[in-house]
């Protein structure tokens, strides 16, 4: 059974930082590629960032390009999202996802992401 746990999500200032993590476990490949979603109150679910297989690729939206980072740590696992810089529009819940599987170069093939975590939620406010 494939399981998503997310943390580190919460209440933090405009300009202050975070970083989500995920652990993954049950997954039957050891390459998979893992990424980042969020969905606001009200508005649709998009992908924030994305890691490829082997780490070597990744993806940002555009409006978090320069100041999230994601990185993974393969032996155990886990995905993470640094988010620096942040503003109230990041207000949303953060889902870690994963299809499960590689998707080689290119890991914006949202519509294949079908594990998901429970999300975390990551509120910007003074």
């Known amino acids: 059974q494939v399981q998503l746990v997310e943390s580190g999500g919460g209440l933090v200032e405009p300009g202050g930082s975070l970083r989500l993590s995920c652990a993954a476990s049950g997954l039957t490949s050891e390459h998979y590629a893992i990424g980042w979603f969020r969905q606001a109150p009200g508005k649709e679910r998009e992908g924030v960032s994305c890691?490829?297989?082997?780490?070597?690729?990744?993806y940002y939206l555009g409006s978090v390009k320069g100041r999230f980072t994601i990185s993974r740590d393969n032996a155990k696992n886990t995905v993470s999202l640094q988010m620096n810089s942040l503003k109230p529009e990041d207000t949303a819940v953060y889902y870690c996802?994963?299809?499960?599987?590689?998707?080689?170069?290119?890991?914006?093939?949202?519509?294949?992401?079908?594990?998901w975590g429970q999300g975390t939620q990551v509120t910007v406010s003074s």
């Open positions: 996802a994963t299809p499960g599987y590689g998707l080689g170069y290119d890991c914006r093939s949202w519509n294949l992401y079908h594990y």
């Open positions: 890691i490829s297989d082997y780490g070597g690729k990744t």
